[in-house]
């Protein structure tokens, strides 16, 4: 991944915004079933139809894409395998990249070195992010329990 192909994405226009909301909603109400493989079909210009078999897993990533577009977000799929810039790793977790250095040279997120730049895997990046979440989930979580023990209000 490169600064060239995050520089490529853009916003949805308001038709796509509102096509991808449409296509979401039946997309997911249709994934309600459980087979592995699914069957679509999309018509062409000529208004013919053609049956394109896809993994259900695939069209799940469809649904949480046409989510990200109806909410008006730039999308990006991005293999797990991939290497990120310092500022695109970055970007990604909504931090200044001086901040993401020194969690790179303090050790708290693994990276290498390609010639004398840093990157990050995003598999890593999205683990670190992960573990972030749900620490920061615990504390809010312990502190509405001393805030009931305290009987502040907040029951």
Do not use: C
């Not at 990006?76 to 990604?92: G, S, Y």
């Not at 977790?93 to 993401?100: A, E, F, G, K, T």
């Amino acid at each position: 991944m490169t600064a060239n192909d995050l520089s490529r994405t853009s916003l949805p226009l308001e038709q796509e915004v509102q096509a991808a909301a449409k296509g979401q909603r039946a997309l997911a109400a249709y994934l309600a079933t459980q087979g592995e493989i699914q069957r679509i079909q999309i018509y062409d210009e000529k208004n013919k139809a053609h049956q394109v078999e896809l993994p259900t897993s695939a069209l799940r990533l469809l649904v949480d894409i046409l989510a990200e577009l109806a909410d008006g977000n730039a999308v990006k799929v991005v293999p797990i395998h991939a290497e990120l810039t310092t500022q695109e790793a970055a970007d990604m977790l909504n931090v200044s990249r001086p901040h993401l250095v020194k969690l790179l040279e303090e050790g708290v997120l693994p990276f290498h070195k390609t010639g004398k730049h840093r990157r990050v895997l995003f598999a890593d990046l999205m683990r670190y992010r992960e573990e972030r979440e749900q620490a920061s989930h615990a504390a809010m979580e312990a502190l509405a329990q001393q805030a009931q023990d305290l009987r502040m209000g907040y029951e």
